[in-house]
């Protein structure tokens, strides 16, 4: 079974410009999260979709948006890229939603350059 | 609030002696956790979980953890580490009680394993 895909692998922007990163889960996974990878704040929760549905978000400004298709295919969009937003960002998938047991996997993640 | 933590930011061992990776957590119920490993360059791999049951659990590539709660602790080890082991290992847990399917994360243990 493929893994968690994640597109673009590297992305290059300035200041200002919005971006948008694209994640397939895992076949049959209906949840997706991003988190934020960075040398200074480690790993953060960005937000969770299923179902097409926003169920949880970090605490992240409102320029950090996200959205699920009905493939269960999710995008998150940065508008208004500010330097700090340079960063790692990770999709995970699992099979459902609040299922304390359930595993997350990763994808290989999105690495965005801000200039 | 859940958190996780992983107090040596770096492990140095010798290749074939064994490697303990600490981690020490909080949570307000019982805990999910997880441990993750990530290479240069790469997603995080899932190593294992402790979800309930005996509390030395068996994950991938040989590692295991073993869940101490009255230590609050999910110590990660291996009995004979290998120069391919050497990566960036996060520990993560989840609240049992939570609805929330995002896992909170230490800030990782460079692990060093040298010939």
């Known amino acids: 079974k493929a893994g968690v895909t994640q597109t673009p692998r590297y992305l290059i922007k300035t200041r200002g410009q919005q971006v948008t990163l694209s994640c397939s889960p895992i076949?049959?996974?209906?949840?997706v999260s991003w988190y934020q990878q960075t040398p200074g704040q480690g790993l953060q929760f960005l937000f969770e979709?299923?179902?097409?549905?926003?169920?949880n978000k970090g605490n992240f400004p409102g320029r950090f948006s996200g959205r699920q298709f009905s493939n269960s295919r999710s995008e998150m969009n940065v508008s208004t890229l500010e330097l700090g937003d340079s960063a790692l960002y990770l999709c995970a998938s699992s099979l459902v939603q609040g299922l304390g047991t359930d595993t997350q996997y990763f994808g290989p993640g999105t690495r965005l350059t801000v200039l | 609030a859940q958190s996780v933590a992983q107090p040596e930011d770096q492990v140095n061992v010798a290749e074939g002696n064994p490697l303990t990776v600490k981690c020490t957590y909080s949570v307000s119920g019982n805990p999910y956790l997880f441990w993750y490993v990530q290479y240069p360059n790469r997603g995080l791999q899932f190593l294992l979980k402790y979800i309930t049951g005996d509390n030395l659990v068996k994950g991938s590539y040989g590692f295991e953890a073993e869940f101490n709660k009255s230590q609050t602790s999910f110590h990660l080890k291996k009995p004979s580490a290998l120069v391919s082991d050497s990566a960036l290992y996060f520990c993560a847990v989840r609240d049992k009680g939570g609805t929330a399917s995002k896992l909170t994360f230490g800030t990782g243990t460079r692990l060093q394993v040298t010939l």
């Open positions: 076949s049959g996974h209906r949840s």
């Open positions: 979709y299923f179902s097409e549905t926003q169920r």
